[in-house]
Nanobody, 126 residues
Framework: QVTLTESGGGSVQPGASLRLSCTAS????????MAWFRRGPGKDREFVAA????????FFGDSVKGRFVITRDAGKNTAHLQMNNLRPEDTAVYYC???????????????????WGQGTQVTVSS
């Protein structure tokens, strides 16, 4: 049984930064993909970022490119999402997802992921 635990959400002003973390427990992934999705008020779930290993590759949604960075700490089985220059439209519940597979092309979709976190709220408002 794999559990994903998210942390780091909160309320900030526009232009601020936040770092979200997602720790997987119950299994160590020697290979896999971890990702962040978000669902804003009245919106569909949206792909934010993904990291795939071994041979680290990262991917970002168009709305966050150049502002967000995703990294993986293998020793802690954790993925971090560093969110910079936050905007009001980044307001959403952010969900962590994980798969023991190296997802090649379909990482932007929710279906390939086997495990999901409970979500953490990020609010950007002045």
């Amino acid at each position: 049984q794999v559990t994903l635990t998210e942390s780091g959400g909160g309320s900030v002003q526009p232009g601020a930064s936040l770092r979200l973390s997602c720790t997987a427990s119950g299994r160590t992934f020697s290979a896999g993909t971890m990702a962040w999705f978000r669902r804003g008020p009245g919106k569909d779930r949206e792909f934010v970022a993904a990291v795939r290993w071994p041979g680290i590759s990262t991917f970002f949604g168009d709305s966050v490119k150049g502002r967000f960075v995703i990294t993986r700490d293998a020793g802690k089985n954790t993925a971090h999402l560093q969110m910079n220059n936050l905007r009001p439209e980044d307001t959403a519940v952010y969900y962590c997802a994980a798969s023991p597979q190296r997802i090649i092309n379909s990482y932007v979709y929710t279906a390939p992921y086997d495990y999901w976190g409970q979500g953490t709220q990020v609010t950007v408002s002045s």
